[in-house]
């Protein structure tokens, strides 16, 4: 688990987080969005514990940053936004440097370094220099590194940057079988589209700040969200919603973003009553974009 | 093996390189010996080796973690669970171990020669030298560049090249003081060579003396390393080494009190070595002040540690600036005494020339932190270093060429007569950009106001 208190981190002449308090369940996939400048790669580097907070908090797994530092590294995988790898060494050497020098001993490395290469997919280039691969095979190299130790947290900085799209669905698949696998992540991108597959959760950055103060829930199988459009524009579409159960993210006269239960009869009850109550009812259907419209819904009340 | 060793190994020691090092070295070596005279194979491997080993390897040392930082794979090996020992050693010789290749290759063929032409015990100083010089110049070039990396200046190669030279520098010092002792020293320094140093009263062989030295302020420069990659890998160094440091500077220097010149022989022996302690102290001052980030956040962390009453949290955080200050004025403080118990005739001058200095040096430190507080480009050491430069030289240029020799007395400490007015001078410029300094410290807002610590 994740837990960040009241985090203030300073650059000389500004203060980049204000006061960041946060929480990431176990085994779950949280997005951290906002714009360029907002501090997400500064947050990222402090849950890295590679900087120091002004003030403030971040336990990784009841472990301190600016206490266990090295004991938090050992269990953390992360991936920066910009990267480097060491051009002139063999996928395999690449891979087992990254084994050994996260503690694992040089009898297990090798199988530490096949079983990240296969989870990656790169065990047909294991004997290829890192240089000589292409950019999506060299993300997956870097992300291979930072997995081979089988961190409990990985944290992400723009990983999709530069993928193909098929490259982009493997990592989806990828970054849900380690959350599977037990692994927490946080993923940051500016990509609202890429983060839909995978993400259960939005942290919204915005100035410094966690925009609306906590985590979002973006992603509930039993509760998802579903978009309402009228024909006919109606002032009172959002309370007649909320008298039936459903939990209004947004509304205007034409259109309603809710959470409501996936049940299938009481949503053809809703659509029913709806109908009845006169509103021309023109579509009612999940929501394809649910993190973007969260997104927008909560920077759209913080403005 | 050490990982980080073992990468380096890869990467440095491919069969074409290996061969192409042998292969080069067999051919100078054979050129050598061929062409006779003054050239011979040993004396080629002597030179070689301070290319190789001091030259080339002091740059290989200072680029094993920039490099690293160049190439954006820092901060992966910075979260590897590697301990600070073990990456500080696997990058020092690692980085180097090709550099470490030749210099083992040159070494073998100059201990043959001295072991063939004086004996057992002159190739074991002699390899124990050749390779003191070696860890000394990577060291302290590596130690140079970690420093600059705590300073967020590391990537350019001009930068690099400053690394290199610092340990360049290590290394001309310690052989100009290896020289100084060897009989043939008069050809190259033209000096007499020194048979013995007479150091805290006690006169002791000069080889020994200086080979000691090399040896433990190798280990001195490799602490130092270790430390520094403490610090990158966040890990917390507390205050003791550095006072530990401190302390044996301090008693090393002042044992050279029979260096000093007949003038202040008149002072009492406990006072002299006061005053060498001190001069190191503040020496170490300026160093640090200058090497050490001048980070306004840290320092307005320090400034909340000490509001809220958290001293020893506060006090444990300190630079190695700060506490050589501390000690400077500690000695200072102890000097001042000392003399007005024992000395009275070197206390008319010691006394305001020891607080006169030390008010000067509050000035100057407070200078560099002022420096850091300014805005865009205005802002760093160089402006520091610039003001000094005009303290210093060329303000008292002007003064001597207008005769104003009085105004001096704003610059810095005058001697041989030093007066009490001097020394309020001195404090009320030191005490002035003291506070200068730390109210340019806070952090204000988008609107302006002040953002509490």
Redesign the interface.
């Known amino acids: 688990m994740i837990e960040v208190e009241d985090l203030v981190y300073e650059y000389p002449t500004a203060r980049a987080l204000k006061g960041v308090s946060l929480t990431v369940a176990d085994q779950t996939i949280t997005a951290l969005v906002g714009p360029n400048g907002a501090g997400k790669t500064t947050l990222l580097r402090c849950l890295a514990a590679l900087e120091d907070p002004y003030s403030g908090r971040v336990v990784i797994d009841g472990l301190d940053t600016t206490q266990k530092a090295r004991e938090i590294h050992a269990r953390m995988g992360y991936l920066p936004d910009f990267y480097g790898l060491y051009d002139d060494l063999t996928v395999r050497r690449c891979l087992t440097y990254a084994a050994r020098s996260h503690g694992i001993a040089s009898a297990l490395a090798a199988a530490a370094v096949q079983k990240a290469a296969g989870r990656v997919g790169l065990l047909d280039r294991l004997e290829s220099k890192a240089g000589e691969l292409s950019r999506g095979l060299r993300q997956r190299l870097a992300i291979g590194q930072s997995i081979v130790h089988e961190p409990h947290v990985l944290l992400l900085d723009e990983p999709a940057a530069g993928l193909d799209p098929q490259a982009r669905r493997d990592l989806s698949t990828l970054l849900i079988q380690l959350r599977d696998g037990g692994m927490t992540l946080v993923v940051s991108s500016h990509i609202l589209a890429e983060l839909e597959d995978y993400c259960s959760e939005m942290i919204i950055i915005e100035n410094g700040l966690i925009a609306g103060g906590k985590a979002i829930k973006v992603r509930d199988d039993a509760r998802p969200r579903y978009m309402i459009e009228l024909a006919t524009a109606r002032s009172d579409l959002k309370d007649f919603l909320a008298a039936r159960g459903a939990d209004v993210v947004e509304a205007d006269q034409n259109h309603a973003l809710i959470v409501f239960t996936r049940n299938a009869g009481a949503r053809a009850k809703l659509v029913r009553e709806l109908v009845t109550a006169g509103f021309d009812v023109a579509s009612f259907a999940e929501s394809s974009k649910a993190l973007e419209d969260a997104y927008f819904a909560q920077v759209g009340h913080g403005r | 093996?050490n990982?980080?060793f073992?990468?380096n190994l890869?990467?440095e020691l491919t069969p074409r390189r290996v061969a192409l090092m042998v292969g080069v070295l067999a051919l100078i070596f054979f050129a050598a010996a061929l062409v006779g005279n003054e050239w011979t194979p040993s004396g080629a491997a002597s030179a070689l080796y301070y290319l190789i080993v001091v030259v080339w390897g002091s740059r290989s040392a200072a680029l094993s973690v920039v490099g690293?930082i160049r190439?954006?794979?820092w901060?992966?090996?910075?979260?590897?669970?590697?301990?600070a020992g073990t990456m500080m050693w696997g990058k020092l010789f690692g980085a180097t171990i090709y550099n470490w290749l030749g210099g083992a290759i040159c070494l073998t063929l100059i201990l043959v020669d001295v072991a063939v032409h004086q004996g057992a015990l002159a190739a074991v100083i002699e390899g124990l030298f050749h390779v003191g010089i070696g860890i000394i110049a990577q060291s302290a070039a590596l130690l140079a560049s970690l420093m600059a990396i705590g300073r967020r200046q590391s990537h350019s190669r001009f930068e690099i090249f400053i690394y290199q030279m610092i340990g360049l520098v290590a290394a001309l010092l310690v052989y100009y003081a290896w020289s100084a002792a060897d009989p043939a020293s008069s050809l190259i320094l033209h000096a007499p060579p020194t048979d013995f140093v007479t150091w805290w009263g006690i006169t002791i062989d000069a080889r020994l003396f200086f080979l000691n030295s090399i040896e433990i302020f190798a280990g001195w420069t490799l602490l130092g390393c270790y430390r520094e990659m403490r610090l990158e890998?966040?890990?917390h160094n507390g205050p003791l080494v550095w006072l530990a440091f401190l302390a044996f500077m301090g008693i090393y220097v002042a044992g050279f009190d029979a260096w000093l010149s007949s003038d202040l022989k008149t002072w009492d022996p406990v006072a002299l070595r006061l005053l060498l302690a001190g001069i190191t102290f503040a020496a170490l001052t300026y160093v640090m002040v200058l090497l050490e980030p001048k980070?306004?956040?840290f320092y307005?962390?320090m400034l909340?540690q000490i509001r809220h009453g958290h001293i020893a949290r506060a006090l444990s955080g300190m630079q190695a600036w700060m506490m050589s200050y501390w000690a400077a004025f500690a000695v200072a403080g102890a000097l001042f005494l000392w003399l007005l118990l024992h000395d009275m005739q070197a206390a008319v001058v010691g006394q305001p020339l020891v607080l006169a200095t030390m008010g000067f040096i509050t000035r100057d430190v407070s200078i560099f932190v002022l420096m850091?507080t300014l805005?865009g480009k205005r802002r760093g050491d160089f402006a520091a270093l610039a003001i000094l430069f005009a303290l210093y030289v060329l303000f008292p240029s002007i003064l001597a060429g207008l005769q104003a020799f009085a105004g001096l007395i704003l610059l810095y400490p005058q001697l041989p007569a030093p007066s009490w007015t001097g020394v309020i001078v001195a404090w009320i410029e030191g005490a002035s950009i003291a506070a200068l300094a730390l109210g340019r410290l806070a952090?204000t807002?988008e609107k302006g106001k002040t953002?509490p610590i």
């Open positions: 093996m990982p980080e073992e990468r890869w990467l690293e190439d954006r794979t901060d992966g090996q910075r979260l590897s669970s590697l301990s890998l966040k890990m980070d306004r956040v307005r962390w909340g850091q805005p952090l807002d953002v």
